[in-house]
């Protein structure tokens, strides 16, 4: 009960702190605008050679850009900012001032920043979706949506517990930049429905880093593809990850020895 | 009266030879310190390489599902051809990575620009020489990456000796167009601070007139008419084709050609640009 106390208060004066720069508003505008435009130029460009890709079409496909959107919006307004902050802290010795604290260090790490302008993503990603899903006509089913709000969460969650482990990989390895700038690129894989890449490569981006749990699961739901397996073992999986992760953290922690503080 | 400096006493020709010299001296010195200097970051210009080689592998994978779907081939093109053309993709794509416009932000909001202005060489020369050095250690790293990819996804890759040979000029073309852009647009920054937005918009237009997205003859026959009056697919789209197409001797002479007219053009937006840039500068920071 703390905890959420807690994380709805770092909330609140994050948001509060980030509206005072109101100009980059218009900037993250801009820039969400000119990759909405790229990704429905790139599948306009690819359904002009062809009607289906791996048995998706156009307008599934738009649905599958948007959830990829939403969850890009969702990682860069809380996920990674939290996480690059507690590279970050590591590496110059500040983390000691987070851990003195009289709450649970691994909901203070991951509540500590937002950055919400980048919720500019999570609106222009449901607009998306939600285009794409008006040209299927068979429509969403109740259960259906239910499937993919679970889904979205679970891949949220998977998500976040592969950048925590990132993170605290940074406990033993200094130069954890590169893996951020790793991340970006491997995400893009999510434009695509998982099945169409070679073996190796789907399991990676599902096992991994799990994106595919987190966009292509989700797209499965809303677009009645998803089968019972697939949702049992992304809960499942999540579970597992959420628990090695938690593991993980606290075998980090204790032996984190702090830098200069 | 007699104190003149020995310098102007010398006739002009021999000044001229003189400065040229010093110049390949220092292009060699600066190249010499980058191979140098990037050799240590391994681990670093590795990692920076695998990421970059998602964006290649998501397209290829694309294009290559569609050719499969469609009997073996796109508009002619086939799953070996795609296979081929992204993997020389990444080669290129390494080679026109260069000092780019959002650095000159960087130089001048940090003060940077300042010492470089003290120095009797023209900060554009150092930043050519230290990327082209840099590229040794880049082109050496990509050599174990092409062997994986050529493993995974079986290019069919059969150059004549020619086209080699006009490949290995053409990335030094691509190498040296994309700077000369990069440099001019840099320098916005001397006019604005807000230069992100525009590099974004640069970027985007490449990506689509480049060949950076999809081999060009894929796109729309209007976006191939526009792109042939631009420069960005000489960075990208010629010289992957000139290794992996059927590219005719006229037509690789014209591409080389179209490859230094654009560089000129871009050095004398450059020029332009500079004289009125270093003017308006006052230092920020130092």
Not at chain 1, 154 to 162: D, E, N, Q, T
Not at chain 2, 88 to 100: K, P
Request: glycine content about 8%; hydrophobic content about 55%; overall charge neutral.
């Amino acid at each position: 009960m703390n905890a959420l106390r807690v994380t709805w208060l770092f909330f609140k004066v994050g948001v509060l702190n980030e509206l005072q720069y109101r100009v980059n508003f218009v900037v993250q505008l801009f820039q969400s605008a000119i990759a909405l435009t790229v990704g429905l130029v790139v599948l306009a460009l690819v359904y002009s050679h062809t009607d289906e890709l791996n048995g998706w079409s156009q307008p599934e496909l738009v649905c599958v850009l948007g959830i990829q959107i939403l969850m890009g919006g969702a990682i860069k307004t809380y996920i990674q900012p939290n996480m690059t902050r507690l590279i970050d802290d590591v590496r110059e010795g500040k983390l000691d001032y987070a851990l003195t604290k009289p709450e649970d260090a691994q909901v203070l790490v991951s509540v500590r920043e937002v950055r919400i302008w980048q919720v500019v993503d999570l609106v222009s990603g449901s607009i998306v979706l939600g285009v794409g899903l008006s040209e299927i006509s068979t429509g969403v089913g109740a259960l259906d949506a239910l499937a993919f709000a679970g889904a979205l969460l679970l891949g949220g969650v998977m998500i976040y517990c592969f950048w925590l482990v990132i993170a605290t990989v940074s406990f033993w390895v200094v130069n954890m930049w590169t893996v951020v700038e790793l991340f970006d690129g491997v995400f893009q894989t999510g434009r695509w429905p998982v099945g169409i890449y070679p073996g190796w490569l789907r399991y990676s981006v599902t096992f991994l880093v799990p994106i595919a749990f987190a966009v292509t699961v989700p797209a499965e739901a809303v677009t009645s593809r998803l089968d019972w397996q697939t949702l049992v073992l992304a809960v499942g999986f999540a579970a597992v990850l959420f628990t090695f992760t938690r593991w993980f953290w606290r075998y980090g922690l204790r032996n984190y020895t702090g830098a200069s503080a | 009266m007699t104190s003149q400096p020995v310098a102007t006493e010398l006739p002009a020709k021999l000044r001229e030879s003189g400065r040229l010299r010093s110049l390949a001296v220092f292009y060699l010195a600066t190249m010499r310190i980058a191979v140098q200097e990037q050799f240590q970051y391994r681990a670093a210009n590795y990692f920076y390489m695998l990421g970059m080689v998602a964006e290649p592998v998501i397209y290829l994978v694309v294009w290559t599902t569609i050719a499969e779907q469609q009997g073996g081939s796109v508009q002619g093109l086939t799953a070996g051809y795609f296979a081929a053309y992204y993997i020389v993709w990444t080669l290129v794509r390494n080679m026109n990575i260069v000092f780019g416009a959002p650095f000159w932000e960087f130089r001048i909001r940090e003060g940077e620009l300042n010492k470089d202005l003290l120095r009797p060489v023209l900060p554009l020369h150092w930043d050519i020489a230290y990327f082209a050095g840099w590229k040794f250690v880049v082109i050496l790293f990509w050599i174990p990456l092409a062997v994986g990819l050529s493993l995974v996804f079986d290019p069919t890759l059969d150059p004549r000796l020619l086209e080699v040979a006009v490949f290995a000029v053409a990335i030094w073309g691509a190498y040296l167009v994309r700077t000369m852009l990069q440099e001019s647009l840099g320098m916005l920054c001397f006019w604005t601070t807000r230069g992100a937005a525009i590099f974004d918009l640069y970027m985007t237009t490449e990506l689509l007139l480049s060949g950076r997205l999809v081999p060009l003859p894929l796109m729309p026959d209007w976006v191939e008419n526009i792109a042939r009056f631009l420069p960005f697919q000489y960075a990208f789209f010629f010289p992957i084709e000139s290794l992996v197409g059927d590219l005719s001797n006229a037509e690789l002479a014209r591409g080389l050609l179209a490859q230094v007219l654009w560089i000129l053009i871009g050095l004398a937006i450059f020029r332009f640009a500079w004289k009125r840039a270093i003017k308006r500068y006052s230092a920020v920071g130092g």
